[in-house]
Structures are given as C-alpha cells and as structure tokens.
C-alpha cells in the first residue's frame, strides 16, 4: 500500500511567493488525512492534488499560522454538499476554537466530529493508528506519530513443503492464519515485520517526548525555524534550530529527516547544509513536494519533486507518423 506525506505548505509564520502555510497530507491507499490547515490551504491543494475528500485533520497547536485555513475549507466543504463526517482533532482548547470559525462561516451542513486529545490518546484507523505527543511550545501543542500495524512475516515455500503442504491453495491459507493438515502458521511465516512510521513534530525547541516518538521512524519532519546562530532565539520562541532537529533525528534512529516551518529570515541553503553537518540524510521539500515511504524490503524513504511528480503524470505523446 503507498504511503507518503505531500508537503501542502512549508512556510513558518509568514508565507512567501514560494511557500505557504504550515499543512502536511498523508496519503495512505485511499485515505487523506491533513496535518495543519494553515491560511490558503485548500488553494494549495485545489491547485495540486486536489481538493480530497479528507476524512480527518490534526492540529498540532492553536497558533494562526496553523489553523487559519478551516474557515475557508470547511466552507468549501459544505457548499460541495459534503455529506461525510469530518474528524477534526487537536490538543484541548479545539471546541473553543471551532466555535469561533463557525461563527465566521456559519453552520455546515455536515457533521464536524471534534475530539480534544491528550498525550498517548490513539486514533485507531484501519491498518494503522495515529497517536499525538506533547511538545515543548507555548501553549498547548501537540506533535503526532503515525505508524502501521505489524505485518505478518515472509512465508517460507520450502518449509511449507517439507512438512507436507501442497503449493497452491494450501499456502494461502495458512499465509492467512488457518492451520492447514497440522502445520500451523507460525512453522512456516518469519517473525512479524514492523510497519512504517512517521513522525512530525510540530512547532517545537528539542524534548524528549519527541524523541522517544519519533524513535525508529522511517520520516522525521520537523520543523527549523532559526539557523544555529540563533539558538538562544529559538528556545526563548519555543521553536529549534535546524541542527537541533538534525540532532532529534540522529539520537531517534530514524532514516529520513525532512525539515519544514522555515523563517523568512534564512537562506533555506543554509538551514540544510546545517543539518546534514549532523544528520546527512536530511532533506528540504518545496510547496508541492512529497516524500513516498514504501516498505523497508523496498527501500528507503525518497523526496519526489512537483516537477518530477508532474512528468510522470503527463500523458505519453502519440505520434502521428513521419511528417
């Protein structure tokens, strides 16, 4: 199943020609879920991928830059006569919150399902949960990790024959749990693989909560908001420099490290070359660029640029002969 995280908008507090509002999309199969809705959001989105229709949206904390977005998409949903519930989750203070973009765009016609969550609280979905950390910032905040139930481990053919199974129809089904002529499951699968994970931390200065959520993951993203020359700045704002969330990625273990909520105030070059001083497998997505995390046996996690994504989808030119 595909998994990747689009980056909808990268900027920190002030958007730029190039970057917008704080707001990730997992794609996981079929499933949209956003993380953030910073202003112009669904601008971002209408003008890339699409609007989806998303069934959830995270939160990380109450600051404008990464909520502003919901009156307009929330809007947008209900004159599309949205018919589905939309999940909308985020630390405590969200009712409140949400009282006040009603008022801006008055009553949906939908169902708004709000849930206020705290620290360990998991979201269960199908194949994979979704459970918010705290975070060091002002106010309430949350970071969040997803991750994927195990997989079950390799089936072993030659095994499975040795003990009397019939390729064919017998292998699948004790591939699917059923103890076929008495070989059970666990003497010919491999132990159960790990799914993937990733992490996002939100506006945040270094913790250890996010350290032990992010731990292993297959993608850190993480905020990098000062150079390293303003760390001091950073910890008074509550935000980290890019080499501190360098240094989160190297002391968690995790393959990739992805750096967004960046400050007008630096050459995002700089920012990277920062952090791959500490972290080499570090990199800086645009607006419009996504990262595809596929399963480990596949490889690793891999930034995949708008104009690559945008190659690929351009239909094959016909030819109509020698001219």
């Known amino acids: 199943m595909d998994l990747s995280i689009f980056f909808a908008g990268t900027a920190g507090s002030v958007p730029t020609a190039r970057r917008g509002m704080p707001a990730l999309l997992l794609r996981r199969g079929g499933e949209r ?14 003008g890339t991928v699409g609007l989806a229709d998303l069934s959830d949206i995270f939160i990380t904390h109450y600051h404008a830059d990464h909520w502003l977005g919901l009156p307009g998409l929330l809007k947008t949903f209900d004159l599309r006569a949205r018919e589905k519930p939309l999940r909308i989750h985020g630390p405590r203070g969200l009712r409140e919150l949400l009282a006040i973009v009603v008022r801006a765009v008055g009553r949906v016609r939908f169902e708004l399902a709000l849930r206020e969550l705290e620290p360990g609280e998991e979201i269960t979905r199908e194949g994979y949960r979704i459970a918010p950390f705290a975070v060091t910032h002002r106010g309430s ?5 997803a991750y994927e139930d195990e ?13 009397g199974l ?7 089904r004790v591939q699917h749990g059923e103890t076929v002529h008495g070989v059970a499951p666990d003497q010919v699968m491999g132990p159960a693989r790990p799914g993937r994970k990733l992490a996002i931390s939100g506006d945040t200065m270094p913790c250890e909560s996010l350290l032990v959520a992010a731990y292993r993951a297959d993608l850190l993203v993480h905020e990098a908001t000062f150079a390293e020359e303003e760390r001091e700045r950073a910890a008074e704002a509550g935000h980290s420099t890019a080499t501190q969330a360098a240094e989160m990625a190297r002391d968690a273990g995790v393959v990739m490290l992805a750096l967004t909520h960046f400050s007008t105030r630096y050459p995002v070059g700089l920012l ?15 607006d419009f660029d996504l990262i595809e995390v596929p399963f480990p046996e ?3 996690p891999e930034l995949v640029r708008w104009t690559d994504q945008q190659r690929e989808e351009e239909p094959a030119a016909v030819s109509d002969g020698p001219v």
């Open 166 to 172: 019939t390729p064919g129809p017998e292998f699948g």
């Open 272 to 286: 990277r070359e920062e952090a791959r001083a500490t972290f080499a497998n570090t990199v800086v997505p645009r």
């Open 141 to 145: 905040s949350l970071g969040y990790v």
């Open 151 to 163: 997989r079950p481990g390799v089936f072993d053919p030659d095994a499975a024959v040795r003990l």
């Open 298 to 300: 596949r490889g690793g």
């Open 33 to 46: 879920v956003l993380f953030d809705c910073g202003e112009g959001t669904q601008r971002q989105l209408v």
